[in-house]
């Protein structure tokens, strides 16, 4: 999910921790405990920092390890060794459990995006990923946000979460029957797909799609329980050539290919110049696909300049690579 709506999800579940009777009679125990649920709903993405460096470690390394197993045992006790001293009336134990339950909550809820995470880490680095909520859902958000001014007018803030919490969990099964039924749609469409992918958008009825066949990759849109195709291209094999080889050792294309599962590719000369380009089918918007890792070469095929992220313009592609070429 977004920073955004962990924080609010660490307010809630500080809420939420009031039930807890240990909590709701301390305050000493209960400030430390809503600190607790704030921090552990934000450490894990602490990752995020990676992109300070460049968009290939991020896109590598972004919730990978801190969201893994040992790191949701470990940020609770960090979190909590920290927070402790300043509260010395507080009870360790119920700091430490609600702190533990925010983390676990954070790396569960992102799980259920599309970008998924790598929580089965060390045990397997597969990237788990449900695809039933956006990373930024308004529904979400906003029934976080209407239980907050809720507690701030007074009511039971226990209670209140417990309630919001529940049609959270009804909202959860409802997106997965709603992708459920996408999915058999697609399948109806292209019933030899080998592969298909449906990623949620911030609209409630609309979907991306992504689908391949033996032969050929399908981009399309749900609206409504409503499948349209809207591109196919020919899958043509990435080949082994020199250029195409010399391109896959440049950190941009490596980490690109370590996380999209669906892409095409393309290979331009020019002059004094070649350009390999990737590109991921996933994220098709206003007909364009801004997810993108381009490599350029020289003719002795030594790199250039290389470039993987969010790009929404040529524009703004050529300028990241910092050549124009005529």
Not at 26 to 35: E, P, R
Not at 167 to 185: D, G, M, T
Not at 208 to 216: F, G, P, V
Request: with cysteine.
């Amino acid at each position: 999910m977004d920073t955004g709506t962990h924080v609010v999800m660490g307010i809630a579940l500080g809420g939420l921790a009031t039930l807890d009777p240990v909590v709701a009679t301390n305050h000493a125990v209960a400030s430390s405990v809503l600190i607790g649920t704030i921090a552990g709903s934000q450490i894990p993405d602490i990752d995020t920092l990676l992109k300070l460096r460049n968009n290939a470690i991020y896109i590598r390394n972004h919730r990978g390890i801190t969201h893994s197993i040992p790191a949701v045992i470990l940020w609770p006790l960090v979190l909590s060794a920290i927070i402790f001293p300043f509260f010395p009336g507080a009870n360790l134990f119920h700091l430490w459990a609600w702190t533990f339950l925010a983390v676990f909550i954070h790396v569960f809820v992102d799980i259920f995006n599309a970008y998924g995470t790598q929580a089965l880490r060390p045990f397997s680095n597969k990237w788990v990923a449900l695809g039933v909520i956006n990373t930024f859902d308004p529904f979400i958000f906003g029934i976080h946000i209407l239980g907050i001014f809720i507690w701030m007018a007074g009511a039971n803030p226990g209670y209140t979460f417990l309630v919001m919490y529940a049609i959270i969990i009804a909202y959860y099964f409802k997106r997965f029957s709603l992708k459920r039924s996408v999915h058999l749609k697609v399948k109806a469409m292209i019933p030899d797909a080998t592969e298909i992918i449906i990623a949620p958008t911030m609209r409630f009825h609309q979907w991306r799609i992504a689908a391949m066949n033996e032969k050929q990759f399908f981009v399309g849109k749900a609206v409504k329980n409503q499948v349209e195709i809207l591109d196919r291209f020919n899958r043509v094999p990435v080949p082994s050539t020199p250029v195409i080889e010399a391109a896959k050792t440049d950190k941009n294309l490596s980490a690109f290919l370590s996380f999209s599962p669906v892409y095409r590719w393309e290979l331009d000369e020019y002059d004094d110049f070649y350009e390999v380009r990737f590109i991921d089918l996933r994220y098709r918007s206003n007909g364009h696909y801004p997810f993108v890792a381009v490599v350029q070469l020289d003719c002795d095929l030594k790199r250039i300049s290389s470039y993987t992220g969010w790009v929404f313009s040529e524009q703004k592609l050529r300028k990241k690579l910092s050549i124009i070429p005529s």
